[in-house]
């Protein structure tokens, strides 16, 4: 039997075979020579005495240990181009997901998806960085992948007993992502590496007999007791019937068309909490400085991150989707709006950190937008958006603060230099945001310069607006079958229903459905 051991390394140490033995044989008590294979299960930093080290978790066999049996695959794909059909609305992470799952359980899965393929929706990209042209259909949000693969592909998630973690990772390592992301504390694919892995779990869904129709967009539901046909337009702006055992409804947090379309076809829907605020920026080696006391990193170290949380006035302010060595980027999904999301490259070598700082809003929190009924939380986050657009020149350029200013109300007379490829104009970011959210982010921001001394400086950017950390409204279902309470055949899923919150908790939520919907379809 294998022995588990927990052990340090040097940064310096890490890539070392010869480092790593003689670590295990003086924590184990064991002969090197003693020593068989060597398996690292986990890895992570740990920069709290000092000087930082990396903690791994070691599993350790005796020379003369037999080997051990190799795990079975874990999953096995079939052709199902004769099974039942599954329509799922949404290529993101949730949708593909479910999709490779319901493969594997023997039900063809045909998914229609609004925006491009990885590679064309390149070009999307494109236009609304250097243009400032917005596609409804195509951005960072909308298009195959969701709105992970080009906004950082960050994989850490707090939801472990939600689904198959393991498996979810196992995927997209199958796929052609580092065997690193299975044993990292923090697993993280980049942006620049991203967009591959999913093109190649687009190629395995067509392989084994699934569907995928880019460029189509849901326009309309056929409703009879139940959810009986999608109404679909394709490409050339002609719509058709789209029929099937079962739908899957994974759009993602933005698609506030869809939303609208349920609303107006009597499906229920929920108010739910969310959170909105800025996107902070700071300097790389400000951030290493703090975190790690080096403003030049040693070998092996990656660029630091930070989480910060605390308590202002009854809600939660924090720190959401750090992005160390990363861009800030413009994520607005229509023209007229200004929002803000952070990424990184697999390298996180850009000289800045971001981070989402944000803070909780509840229901009570919308009274004054309680005319838009269950729509109250996405008024509140448009009307924020578009004062933000308003304030500038008709572009992409974001407003912004010196983060000192943000703090004293000030306008800042210049600002600092930005990874952020639209450009930044000085605006009063105070006078821009609800009192409700600007008083309790000026709160938050006092509360952690003092938990991380140099956070709060002159040289950090706050820019506007961090407003779709998640979906402000939830499409209900019922939580043994995970189908809408009301509609049997309809199965919210993901972000935009309102149940997940990143790429594996939205990958694991999507195998769950599929699970669920086989369970029905099959018996």
């Known amino acids: 039997m294998p022995t588990t051991l927990e052990i340090k390394l040097a940064p310096s140490e890490l890539h070392d075979a010869a480092a790593l033995r003689r670590a295990v044989s003086r924590k184990g008590k064991i002969a090197e020579e003693d020593i068989g294979m060597l398996t690292v299960s986990r890895r992570s930093i740990d920069a709290r005495g000092g000087r930082p080290v990396y903690r791994l978790r070691v599993e350790v066999t005796d020379r003369n240990d ?31 997901f479910a999709a490779l799952e319901l493969i594997e359980l023997g039900l063809r899965p045909v998914i229609i998806e609004r925006g491009k393929d990885v590679r064309a929706r390149r070009r999307s990209l494109r236009a609304i960085q250097q243009a400032g042209e917005v596609d409804p259909d195509s951005n960072y949000c909308f298009g195959e992948g969701g709105a992970g693969t080009y906004s950082d592909g960050k994989l850490y998630t707090r939801s472990l007993k939600r689904g198959n973690y393991l498996k979810a990772l196992q995927t997209l390592v199958a796929h052609g992502a580092q065997e690193d992301i299975l044993i990292d504390a923090h697993p993280h694919i980049g942006s620049n590496k991203l967009p591959g892995v999913v093109g190649n779990m687009r190629e395995t869904i067509l392989a084994y007999g699934g569907e995928i129709r880019f ?45 609208q379309l349920l609303h107006q076809r009597g499906v229920r829907l929920e108010a739910k909490p969310f959170a909105l605020g800025v996107r902070i920026e700071h300097p790389q080696p400000l951030i290493d400085q703090i975190q790690y006391g080096q403003s030049q990193r040693e070998a092996n170290l990656p660029a630091s991150s930070y989480k910060l949380v605390t308590q202002v006035k009854g809600r939660g302010v924090f720190s959401f989707c750090m992005c160390p060595g990363g861009l800030v980027v413009p994520a607005a999904t229509a023209p007229g709006e200004i929002v803000v999301n952070g990424m990184s490259l697999s390298r996180r070598d850009s000289p800045f950190a971001n981070s989402g700082t944000v803070v909780a809003v509840e229901l009570e929190d919308l009274a004054p937008f309680g005319a838009h009924g269950v729509f109250a939380g996405l008024a509140l986050q448009q009307r924020i958006e578009q004062t933000m657009f308003a304030s ?33 104009h000085s605006a009063a970011l105070h006078t821009l945001l609800p009192d409700s959210i600007y008083s309790r982010l000026q709160q938050g921001v006092r509360d952690f310069s003092r938990k991380m001394k140099g956070y709060y400086t002159g040289e950090a950017n706050v820019i506007g607006t961090e407003s779709r950390t998640s979906s402000p409204v939830r499409i209900p279902r019922d939580r043994k079958t995970y189908a809408h309470p009301e509609l049997p055949s309809l199965y919210p899923c993901g972000e935009g229903a309102g149940f997940a919150g990143g790429i594996l908790s939205a990958a694991m939520d999507g195998q769950n459905v599929a699970r669920a919907v086989a369970a029905k379809v099959l018996g």
């Open 66 to 96: 037999p080997p051990e049996a190799e795990a079975p695959p874990a999953f096995q794909l079939q052709d199902v181009s004769d099974a039942p059909t599954v329509a799922i609305v949404g290529c993101g992470p949730a949708g593909m």
């Open 215 to 259: 460029g189509h967009r849901l326009e309309d539901v056929e409703l009879s007791g139940d959810l009986r046909a999608l109404i679909v337009r394709d490409e050339q702006g002609r719509e058709y019937r789209l029929a099937a055992e079962a739908y899957i409804l994974a759009t993602g947090h933005s698609a506030r068309d869809v939303y």
């Open 392 to 424: 500038g020149d008709g572009t992409q350029r974001a407003p912004a603060q010196r983060l000192t200013d943000f703090v004293d109300r000030r306008l800042s007379t210049d600002l600092p230099a930005t990874s952020y490829i639209p450009g930044l």
